[in-house]
Each structure stands twice: as structure tokens, then as C-alpha cells.
């Protein structure tokens, strides 16, 4: 009874979904070594669970399942007609986005993350865009949600939240298509307190499948063209990896470190070593892709229209982004009038834009809006949300766990 009146209100008003819990100390999160998301100047981790339906997270699952399947056609047509200027891919990425898209079948893609607006306010889910390639907000959809539910302690309650799980899936599948190389993989980021905090999820789910793990910042990696990828772990002694794990995108790789561009492309189609996410994703990755899945689907129901002119707008409120934007930076939002409704600047404004119709995501009473984050494998596997008081959900957003009833 007490389920059914729930799901009642959840229909009528959004606020009616969130269920507020104590606080969980910044020395709890401390204690689990998460507290760099718990700074009190962040303002990141609320104390709110929003509450969603069985059936709600099967729409997005089949959402993600049919785009996944847009997107891989979507590439097919991009790799067939040469459109690696359209989505604003450098000749030096080509040969490797090839050679791995022909490989797919043996090294698939290891994890992405959709956002999606829609479906818990009562309307259609429809696709903003693709995290492809370096999806972060792992910790906070693997670990703080699930400790949040629990202190909540909502009873009959459960989580759509299987990430370290599915991904560890994923890599033992990939390591049964790799027998011949030894399970060891090198993880490597930039050295940002938040890189090694994602960088430890994919630890876990590599070490669930068996793989011997190490974690090492990019400036103490060695490549080679002719032997391929290697950990520095003393002043002459060095560790040869078959597999690199990479939170670096491949388009800064590409346009802000062409000569490191050059040898991962000679490491890879020698096949010398294993690189995950592989190149391919940056199709997926660029924004641009989602111009061609309009070309190619139409008033698709998941597709918003999306184009390379802001002229195919008047009158329309749209959105204009970079195509190689993250975090809502040099994103600009206009009315229909074409005035600026809102904007962020950024580090991305050399790249190239796309024109995407506006729509409104999911608002609660207060005028925050709600965007939903589903990781994807082979399927969907996770659920959280950010939340934001504006248009754009940038990095000034709050993490909203979920749970489902």
C-alpha cells in the first residue's frame, strides 16, 4: 500500500520522489576514502535519494540498447564515407579508429555513459549525448549511492546499480578473446585526485576479472613503437603491459599530443598492446555523431534534431555545443527568439559546434533540473543523476543517488 500511494505521487510532482536521510559525515566518507566528494566548499553530495519505478529504469535500459546500436551504425557511415572532418577527427586518429573498428568483435568497448532527459517527468527519454569515452562519476554511481541507500534504509527498496560488477563482465570477456597476452593491465591518468578515485572502480572490476592491476600516471608511462607499453618502476627497470586502460581522452591525445598520438596508433595496429577504451570510441565521442544519427534516423523518438547550423533553428529554442566539449563548458542555450538563455564558457571554444533542439529536463518545484547518467557495457548496468538549478548540467552539479520501487 505504502509502495502504490509512493509511486501516486511520484507522478504528480517530482519533489514528491526525493526522500531526504541524515547526513553522512564527511568522516564517514573519509574512512572510505571518498572524501575529496564530501568538501563542504562542493556542495556536491546531497542528502536525497530520488525515487524511481521498475518500469522507469526498463525505459531507459531499452533507450540505451537501441541507440547503442544507432551509434554503431552511425559509425559504420562515418567510417564509409570518410566524415572524420564533420566530426572534427584529425588525420593522425584515422589509421588506429580504423584498424580497432574492424576489431571490435575482439575488444569491445569497455564502458559508456548516456544522458538521457525525459522519462521520469511522464515523457519520452531522449538522448542529450554520449559519454564514450572517459565517463567519470563512477565512484559516486558505484559506491556513494549504494552507502546512501543504506542509511537510508527505505524498506523494499533496491538500486539499479551494477557497475564494478558488469565491467569486471566486460573485461573477462575481453581477456577470453586475448589468451594469448598476459592478464595484466596498467590504469592511467592525468594524476587528478578525482582521475585515481574513478581510475580505483576500474581497478576493481579489472581485478574482479582476474587481471593484475597497477595504476601510473601517463608521465611515467614509456611507449614504444617497437615493443609497445610499459610501467617505469625503478631507475632501469620497467614492467611490459599487454593491456593500458587510459582516462585520457583520445581527442586531447589526438590534438594536444600528436607525437604520443603517433605511437599508440604503431602500438596498436602492430598489435602490441591492448589500448581500452579503444580508438573507435571517438566517433562516439564526438558530438558531431549525433548530426549524422539524425540524418540517418530522422523524428527518431530518442533522437533530438541536431545539426551544423543554428539556422535551421529560427524560432526554435536550441542548444548550441562543441563537439568535443565535457562538463557543460561552451554550452549556450537559446530561446526562440535566438537570445541567450544561458551560456558557460570553457577550454573547448576552438572546436567546432553542433545545433541541438532545446528540451527541458526533468524540474522539480524549486526549478532544478534532473539528468539522468546510464552506464552502458553490452547493456545498461548503473543509474544516477545530476542535478542543477539552471539550464546546463555542468560541473557545478549535485550528485542525486537514486532508488527504486
Known amino acids: 500500500m505504502v509502495v502504490e500511494s509512493l509511486r501516486s505521487l511520484m507522478a504528480d510532482n517530482l519533489n514528491n520522489r526525493l526522500y531526504e536521510f541524515k547526513e553522512l559525515s564527511y568522516k564517514f566518507w573519509k574512512n572510505l576514502g571518498l572524501a575529496y566528494y564530501a568538501e563542504e566548499e562542493m556542495e556536491y553530495i546531497t542528502n536525497e535519494l530520488l525515487c524511481v519505478s521498475d518500469v522507469e529504469v526498463k525505459k531507459y535500459a531499452d533507450a540505451c540498447s ?38 571490435r568483435k575482439q575488444t569491445p568497448q569497455l564502458y559508456g555513459r548516456f544522458d538521457l532527459a525525459g522519462v521520469i517527468d511522464g515523457t519520452p527519454a531522449k538522448l542529450i549525448e554520449f559519454n564514450a569515452d572517459t565517463a567519470t562519476v563512477m565512484p559516486e554511481t558505484a559506491i556513494i549511492q549504494f552507502e546512501q541507500l543504506k542509511a537510508a534504509n527505505i524498506k523494499g527498496s533496491f538500486q539499479y546499480s551494477e557497475l564494478v560488477e558488469r565491467i569486471g563482465k566486460r573485461f573477462a570477456e575481453i581477456k577470453a578473446l586475448h589468451q594469448n597476452r598476459e592478464p595484466k593491465i596498467l590504469l592511467s591518468g592525468l594524476g587528478h585526485l578525482e582521475d585515481h578515485l574513478n581510475l580505483d572502480i576500474i581497478t576493481s572490476a579489472a581485478q574482479k576479472a582476474k587481471f593484475d592491476t597497477q595504476q601510473l600516471d601517463l608521465e611515467h608511462v614509456v ?6 607499453i610499459f610501467a617505469r618502476v625503478g631507475e632501469d627497470e620497467y614492467i611490459q603491459y599487454d593491456f593500458w586502460f587510459k582516462l585520457i581522452p583520445w581527442e586531447f591525445i589526438a590534438y594536444e599530443e600528436p607525437e604520443l598520438m603517433d605511437l599508440l596508433s604503431q602500438i596498436v595496429t602492430k598489435d602490441l598492446a591492448i589500448i581500452l577504451n579503444p580508438a573507435y570510441t571517438m566517433i562516439f565521442q564526438s558530438k558531431a555523431i549525433m548530426k ?12 533530438l534534431k541536431t545539426t551544423f547550423s543554428a539556422d535551421d533553428f529560427r524560432n526554435q529554442a536550441h542548444v548550441q555545443k562543441v563537439i568535443f566539449g565535457r562538463e557543460g563548458e561552451n554550452v549556450k542555450v537559446f530561446g526562440t527568439g535566438a537570445n541567450i538563455r544561458e ?34 557495457t553490452d547493456k545498461a548496468v ?23 520501487l
Do not use: C
Open 382 to 404: 548503473s543509474l544516477s543523476y545530476r542535478r542543477r538549478d539552471g539550464l546546463i548540467v555542468d560541473s557545478d552539479s549535485e550528485f542525486i543517488g537514486h532508488y527504486v
Open 223 to 228: 611507449f614504444s613503437a617497437e615493443d609497445g
Open 66 to 103: 537501441e541507440l547503442y546500436i544507432m551509434y554503431e551504425r552511425a559509425a559504420q557511415h562515418v567510417i564509409d564515407n570518410n566524415l572524420w572532418e564533420e566530426l572534427g577527427i584529425p588525420e593522425n586518429a584515422i589509421e588506429i579508429i580504423r584498424y580497432t573498428w574492424a576489431r
Open 292 to 303: 549524422i544519427l539524425w540524418d540517418l534516423y530522422p523524428n527518431h523518438h530518442l533522437l
Open 343 to 376: 551560456e558557460n564558457e570553457g577550454d573547448y571554444e576552438d572546436f567546432p559546434s553542433v545545433f541541438q533542439t532545446f528540451v527541458e529536463l526533468p524540474k522539480d518545484a524549486d526549478e532544478e533540473i534532473y539528468q539522468a547518467g546510464i552506464y552502458f
